[in-house]
């Protein structure tokens, strides 16, 4: 098992230029997410996927969008990148199931936005 | 919302010493999860933990959710434990937003 995989791994973009990640778990998970990380800080959440269809904002939402394809591939899409988006992006994935929750972590891509 | 607090921010080791390491959290919780980042940034599960004790190898964990905190403990360390430290907790009511705390900067040297 791959466990969750993201592409890129890097990308370098300019102000009002537009990208998507992609992420794609293989464990059968039902949730899925997407945080990032900043210097010197955990991460936190943009957006997540309780369940295939559906999608929720997290703590710092603003400036992004997400797609669910499917129930292994979550998106998300800068529209028009700012300075203030270079960060770490990291997947993550979790059962859905209950109280028991782990969520598991992609290998994250590292953004700079010029 | 919940907050985590983790200490101490940073550590320095030499090969072969134990360390503990801890994680306060201001509610109740319904999930703790320890990780430890490697300096490629790789993010790997350590335990997940909403109470009670856990132990893998030189690592264990332990959870007293009714005094809201966890404690990692890494025992004989090595230098490959180098990283941060990150405990992140669920709360509220919410099965899927992970909240993080700043993490703790361990390094060990040989």
């Known amino acids: 098992n791959a466990g969750v995989t993201q592409t890129p791994k890097f990308q370098v973009l300019k102000t009002g230029q537009s990208m998507t990640l992609q992420c794609a778990q293989d464990?059968?998970?039902?949730?899925m997410y997407w945080y990032r990380q900043d210097p010197g800080m955990g991460l936190r959440l943009i957006y997540y996927s309780a369940s295939e269809g559906t999608t929720d904002k997290g703590e710092v939402p603003n400036g992004y969008n997400v797609s669910r394809l499917n129930k292994r591939e979550f998106s998300l899409r800068l529209e028009s990148a700012a300075p203030s988006q270079t960060s770490v992006y990291f997947c993550a994935s979790s059962s859905g199931q209950g109280f028991y929750n782990e969520q598991f972590f992609g290998p994250g891509t590292r953004l700079t936005v010029l | 919302g919940i907050q985590v607090e983790q200490s101490p921010p940073d550590l320095i080791l030499q090969e072969g010493a134990n360390s503990t390491l801890r994680c306060n959290f201001s509610?109740?919780?319904?999930?703790l999860q320890w990780f430890h980042q490697n300096p490629w940034g790789q993010l790997i599960n350590l335990f997940y933990?909403?109470?009670g004790t856990k132990q893998n190898g030189r690592l264990s964990a332990t959870t007293v959710a009714t005094e809201r905190y966890s404690l990692l403990y890494i025992s004989s360390s090595q230098t490959t434990d180098s990283g941060v430290y990150f405990c992140a907790v669920l709360s509220g009511g919410s099965n899927y937003k992970l909240t993080f705390g700043k993490g703790t900067l361990l390094t060990v040297n040989p």
């Open positions: 933990i909403p109470s």
């Open positions: 509610d109740s919780v319904n999930n």
């Open positions: 464990m059968n998970h039902n949730s």
